[in-house]
T-cell receptor
C-alpha cells in the first residue's frame, strides 16, 4: 500500500489567518517531505524530516512552520501568508534506508489559495 | 550541481500513436538514481520507475518502456499505443543521496496530451 493522505484537499485563507496542512502515511516510512508546486512548474522542496528530525530546510520563510509529531504524521503550519504563497502543497514519504536512495511517494496535495 | 532537462514542453498525439519523452541529466556523482513521475490533472505525483546508475538495462512495463543510456546521460520514456488516460505532465527526476533524506532534482516536465 503506497498511500500518502493529505488534508484538506483545498484551502482558502486570508493573509491574517492561521491554518495547518496535514499529511499522514502508514507505510512505516521514516522520511517525510513538504514540496511547493506553482502552476506549470516542477515541485520545489521545502522541508525534509528524517526519523522525526528536521534534516533539510530549503531557506523557507518562517511563515511556514513544519512539525513532525510522530513517524506517521507531518504538519505544515501556515501564518501570515502572502498571495504569492498560493500553490499546490505536496507531501511525500520514503523508506529512508541507510545508504540507499529511496523512492518518494506523494500524496494528492492541498491546493492553497491566499486572498 | 545536478540538473535535469526535459526539452519537450508539450507534446500532442492522437490515440494509439507511440510517443517518447526525453530526459537528459547532469551529475558529477557516480552513484545516482533516476525517476519518472506522472502528474495527472488531479495533482498527485504518481511514481512510475526508479533506476540506479549501475543498472543500464532497459525496462518495459506494459505499454511503458524506459531507455537508460549513461553514454549520453539520457533516460527516455516511451509510451506505446498511447491512450487518453496517459494525458498528464511527466517529470523526470534525479536524486543525490544525503545523510538524511534524499533530494530530488526535477526536470521542468513534459505535458502530454493524447487526443481521441
Amino acid at each position: 500500500d503506497t498511500e500518502v493522505t493529505q488534508t484538506p484537499k483545498h484551502l482558502v485563507m486570508g493573509m491574517t489567518n492561521k491554518k495547518s496542512l496535514k499529511c499522514e502515511q502508514h507505510m512505516g516510512h521514516r522520511a517525510m517531505y513538504w514540496y511547493k508546486q506553482k502552476a506549470k512548474k516542477p515541485p520545489e522542496l521545502m522541508f525534509v524530516y528524517s526519523y522525526e528530525k528536521l534534516s533539510i530546510n530549503e531557506s523557507v520563510p518562517s511563515r511556514f512552520s513544519p512539525e513532525c509529531p510522530n513517524s506517521s504524521l507531518l504538519n505544515l503550519h501556515l501564518h501570515a501568508l502572502q498571495p504569492e504563497d498560493s500553490a499546490l502543497y505536496l507531501c511525500a514519504s520514503s523508506q529512508e534506508e541507510r545508504g540507499g536512495t529511496d523512492t518518494q511517494y506523494f500524496g494528492p496535495g492541498t491546493r492553497l489559495t491566499v486572498l | 550541481a545536478q540538473k535535469v532537462t526535459q526539452a519537450q514542453t508539450e507534446i500532442s498525439v492522437v490515440e494509439k500513436e507511440d510517443v517518447t519523452l526525453d530526459c537528459v541529466y547532469e551529475t558529477r556523482d557516480t552513484t545516482y538514481y533516476l525517476f519518472w513521475y506522472k502528474q495527472p490533472p488531479s495533482g498527485e505525483l504518481v511514481f512510475l520507475i526508479r533506476r540506479n546508475s549501475f543498472d543500464e538495462q532497459n525496462e518495459i512495463s506494459g505499454r511503458y518502456s524506459w531507455n537508460f543510456q549513461k553514454s549520453t546521460s539520457s533516460f527516455n520514456f516511451t509510451i506505446t499505443a498511447s491512450q487518453v488516460v496517459d494525458s498528464a505532465v511527466y517529470f523526470c527526476a534525479l536524486s543525490e543521496a544525503w545523510s538524511s533524506g534524499d533530494k530530488l532534482t526535477f526536470g521542468t516536465g513534459t505535458r502530454l496530451a493524447v487526443r481521441p
